[in-house]
């Protein structure tokens, strides 16, 4: 059974950092991959960012692009997500997330359909 838990949110002002970090387990992590999206108060559940297996490839939401980074260590069975210029706009519950299939279908795809299982959330507020 695939089990997400992240960590690292909270209270952060504009203009400062924060890294999330999503523990996994109950597959073999380096195979599949990940992602991180977001749900706002009133508005529904976007795509942040997402990551290849290996690492290798990568994807990011315009709104967050230069500005967020994703990446894994395969070692640790951990996805992080280093936010930094961070903005009031930026407020939402993040969520861990991963694909069913064991390949990158790329970043178009996850903005459109999502990932198939997902972790419980934590929640990022940005103070202006």
């Known amino acids: 059974q695939v089990q997400l838990v992240e960590s690292g949110g909270g209270l952060v002002q504009a203009g400062g950092s924060l890294r999330l970090s999503c523990a996994a387990s109950?597959?073999?992590?380096?195979?599949?991959?990940m992602g991180w999206f977001r749900q706002a108060p009133g508005k529904e559940r976007e795509f942040v960012a997402s990551i290849s297996g290996s690492g290798g490839n990568t994807g990011y939401a315009d709104s967050v692009k230069g500005r967020f980074t994703i990446s894994r260590d395969n070692a640790k069975n951990t996805v992080y997500l280093q936010m930094n210029s961070l903005k009031p706009e930026d407020t939402a519950v993040y969520y861990c997330?991963?694909?069913?299939?064991?390949?990158?279908?790329?970043?178009?795809?996850?903005?459109?359909?999502?990932?198939?299982?997902w972790g419980k959330g934590t929640l990022v507020t940005v103070s202006s």
């Open positions: 997330a991963t694909d069913q299939k064991p390949y990158y279908r790329g970043s178009t795809y996850y903005k459109s359909y999502g990932m198939d299982y």
């Open positions: 109950g597959r073999t992590f380096s195979s599949y991959p």
